[in-house]
């Protein structure tokens, strides 16, 4: 069993830094592959970004190409988002979900566990 809490969303100006952090509970998080998505309002939740167990293969989804990076500490159990050049349109809450095994495809319902979400808001 894994539970996952998100940290580190708030409100920015356009164009400013963020890092997300989720970590989780639990044993064996070195044996998941850990996934970001998001929701903005009035949509459909997305992937955003994946990394798999041993982070030699990240996922970016095209929006977020070159300004998020997803990493991971499986000492600390623990994955991260660095968001740079945040834009209005990269406001939503962003969930942490866990999948087990080395790398997972981009289907929701294949994830396991998923943390509570952390708002980001980010203003124009």
């Known amino acids: 069993q894994v539970q996952l809490v998100e940290s580190g969303g708030g409100l920015v100006q356009a164009g400013g830094s963020l890092r997300l952090s989720c970590t989780a509970s639990g044993s064996s998080f070195s044996r998941y592959s850990m996934a970001w998505l998001r929701q903005a309002p009035g949509k459909e939740r997305e992937f955003v970004a994946k990394i798999s167990w041993a982070a030699d293969s990240t996922y970016y989804t095209d929006s977020v190409k070159d300004r998020f990076t997803i990493s991971r500490d499986n000492a600390k159990k623990t994955v991260y988002l660095q968001m740079d050049s945040l834009t209005p349109e990269d406001t939503a809450v962003y969930y942490c979900?866990?999948?087990?095994?080395?790398?997972?495809?981009?289907?929701?319902?294949?994830?396991?566990?998923w943390g509570q979400g952390t708002q980001v808001t980010v203003s124009s």
């Open positions: 979900a866990a999948r087990g095994g080395s790398w997972s495809p981009l289907v929701e319902s294949e994830y396991n566990y």
